[in-house]
């Protein structure tokens, strides 16, 4: 049981280039989340899906795309990098609400760099 | 939108001695949660509180909910090396369900 694994672990961009980090989880959760993590500023939301289909923007979302066609993954773009989106990214996913607390596992993170 | 405001942002005590992170929100909270993150690696979760005004405790951690279901708090008694991290609080960002905003977190660093 894997739980939420992100690829790639690292990766160094130029501006401009595109790119797109691959998160997947074997927990069959409903929600799953794309947070940005800078210094000084905490886990930013940038998108979240709450199921197979479905997305929603959080707090940060502009730059970003995302895709959740199977239930299991949940793909993060960058259509055109920009140094500012230089950060370690952070998928985590939850089971829906009915199961009673929306506790997120997280995977080991994803560390980009823009030059 | 909602915010989640957690103070201090960094905090550094000497092994043994108590600390403590305050969690703020300008909304009320159904609920609210708790993560530690130790340097260089992801988040956990810890724990959540629902109810008004509830205690829960993990061996030398406390976690507190306010009566307004506004704010948090965090207590470690007798701090260890092994507390070293960043401790975060999590709340309902609002909007559709598994919206999970985050607050800015405190970086705890323990001297032995």
């Known amino acids: 049981n894997a739980g939420v694994t992100q690829t790639p672990k690292f990766r160094v961009l130029k501006t401009g280039q595109s790119m797109t980090l691959l998160c997947a989880q074997d927990?069959?959760?409903?929600?799953m989340y794309w947070y940005r993590q800078d210094p000084g500023m905490g886990l930013r939301l940038i998108h979240y899906?709450?199921?197979?289909?479905?997305?929603a923007k959080g707090e940060v979302p502009d730059g970003y795309n995302v895709s959740r066609l199977k239930k299991q993954n949940f793909l993060l773009g960058l259509e055109s990098a920009a140094p500012s989106q230089t950060s370690v990214y952070f998928c985590?996913?939850?089971?829906?609400?009915?199961?009673?607390?929306?506790?997120?596992?997280f995977g080991a993170g994803s560390r980009l760099t823009v030059l | 939108g909602q915010q989640v405001m957690q103070i201090p942002q960094y905090q550094h005590v000497q092994e043994g001695e108590d600390f403590t992170t305050y969690c703020n929100s300008s909304?009320?909270?159904?609920?609210i949660q708790w993560y530690k993150q130790r340097p260089g690696g992801h988040p956990v979760f810890l724990i959540q509180l629902v109810k008004s005004g509830e205690v829960k405790k993990q061996k030398r951690l406390t976690f507190q909910f306010g009566e307004a279901k506004k704010n948090s708090s965090l207590h470690i008694t007798a701090t260890q090396t092994t507390d070293v991290g960043t401790y975060f609080c999590?709340?309902?960002?609002?909007?559709?369900?598994?919206?999970?905003?985050f607050g800015k977190g405190t970086k705890l660093s323990v001297k032995p």
């Open positions: 909304t009320t909270l159904s609920n």
């Open positions: 999590a709340g309902p960002g609002g909007g559709s369900q598994g919206n999970l905003i």
């Open positions: 927990m069959n959760h409903e929600y």
């Open positions: 899906s709450v199921g197979e289909g479905t997305t």
């Open positions: 985590a996913s939850s089971p829906d609400r009915s199961s009673g607390a929306n506790v997120l596992t």
